[in-house]
């Protein structure tokens, strides 16, 4: 199973994002419209330049209080994105998640962002394909 797989099963509107200097007052906002816990940070050609989650913005309000709300969101990004590809297996992905304690992953295709999974997503269609298999195997046996 690869990400491709997973990512065919979510019901995909697009990815969301948000500029590198909004401020974390508006990510948070962004956040509880659309119930995620994290966006991917783009640049004003749309490029990708990080990831910010619900623990960073607790970090920030560790760090600076309730300023942290007017500072950019920039500030308090993972820069260091850990991608991957569509083609790439989901057990190469929950390994590089579980080694780098994040939960969302960017989706990279030539470069460009094309989609967003989380550690929930690899692990429900995990379970689907074990019950899948399950079930082969039940029949297999009955029949």
């Known amino acids: 199973m690869n990400v491709n797989d997973v990512l065919s099963q979510k019901p995909i509107d697009g990815v ?30 749309g490029r990708l330049v990080g990831v910010i989650s619900e623990r960073d913005v607790i970090r920030a309000l560790a760090e600076d ?19 991957t590809t569509p083609k ?14 994040f939960r969302h992953m960017p989706v990279l295709e030539s470069g460009a962002l094309s989609g967003v999974i989380s550690i929930g997503d690899v692990v429900k269609a995990r379970i689907e394909a074990l019950q899948r298999e399950n079930e082969a195997l039940e029949t ?4």
Not at 88 to 101: C, P
């Open 65 to 83: 209080n309730a300023e942290c709300l007017q500072n950019p969101v920039s500030r308090y990004m993972t820069s260091d994105v850990v991608a």
């Open 140 to 143: 297999f046996i009955r029949s």
């Open 16 to 45: 969301e994002s948000i500029g590198a200097q909004e401020t974390v007052s508006t990510l948070v906002s962004k956040l509880r419209e659309k119930k995620i816990g994290a966006m991917m940070v783009t640049d004003r050609d």
């Open 88 to 101: 790439e297996n989901i057990f190469v992905v929950l390994d590089k998640m579980t080694q780098g304690r």
